[in-house]
Structure formats: C-alpha cells, structure tokens
C-alpha cells in the first residue's frame, strides 16, 4: 500500500544514497524529493562527480538550488560540514566520486552531528562507491526505474527495519510503496552498518 516517506518523521540528519548504475540521476532526485518544493538547498561536488555525471540543472529542479563545486573530496566534506550551519539552507547535498580517503567514520560523524545539531538535512551521493565504515544514520541503495520511479533499498537506519521500497514523487510528497519488507539482501557487514571501529 502507498505510505509517506519511511522517514517523512525524521528529524534532520546525515544520510547516504549509493549508485546502482553509474550516470544514474536517480540517487540525486530521491534525495531532492525528501524535501519540499522551494527548499534552498546547497549541492556540493567535487572535481570528479561534475567530470563524470555532470552539474546539475538546476531549472529543472522544483528546489531553490546554490551550486558549488570543490577540486577534492575532503573540500567537499570541509564545505558540507561549514554550510549545515546555515539555518537559511534545508538541507546540503554532496556529491563525492568513487572510493573517497578523507571520506571515512569520523568525516561522516562530524556531518551527522553537526546536520542534527543544526536542523539541517545532510544527503551523501555515493557515486561508484560501496557502501564502507559510516556515521550516516540512514544508506540507501537507489535505482531509477520506469515511469519516473526508483527503486530504494534501505541498507541501513537507526529509526526502522532495512526494506525494498518503491518510490515516486507526486503532488509535492514523496510516496512509498512496501517491495519487500523482509531484510534486503544486500545486507551490510556490521562495520559497513555504521558500528564505531573496535579496538586494537
């Protein structure tokens, strides 16, 4: 049955969509939906994400959208975590290319507390990524599919079960209809879930 986003009552935090098929613009429009048209959103890219997948087109989006491109990962994470103190901005979306170093438990941490602590929505686009050590409190797995749909493996969240779900936007709201509600089976090992590093 059709329901509200299974996060539509979560507070602002950091979370994180990963790429089923590179050059797929379906992680950056499931992350745009969550929020409410007219939302001013800053979009940080690095380098390597504008090279690859290209700057988004921002008349075609229903958001107030602020563009920034960074040369590296790491100065994507520094203006990330520099702009989620903008109470003027509903959220901060970054784009980060393939397997980033600087993108690690505590990076992620850093953007969770301080999207929180803010109230300011923080979305990670993985692109050609795999889903690693993390802070991030909800990772999704996305798809696009057909009719302007995608296809949203939730891998990992602190507020409810790992599902498959598919996802529309429609009359402003993004609706969820239940695919598979039983663990997705692309389950993460429990240091990929997010689980703090264990001592030496």
Known sequence: MNAQAPNAHTPPTLSEVFASAPGDAGPAAFALAHLGPGARVLWVQDR?????GGRPYAPALAVDLLHLEVAKAVDALWAMEQALSCGTLAAVVGEVWGEARALDFTATKRLALRAERAGVAAWLLRGTAAPDLSAARERWRVVSVA?????????????????EWVARAEGGRLLFVRARPEAVPEALPAEARGAPPRAA
């Open 48 to 52: 390597a994400s504008r090279r690859e």
């Open 147 to 163: 009719g302007g749909a995608w296809r949203a493996v939730l891998l990992r969240s602190r507020f409810r079960p790992p599902a």
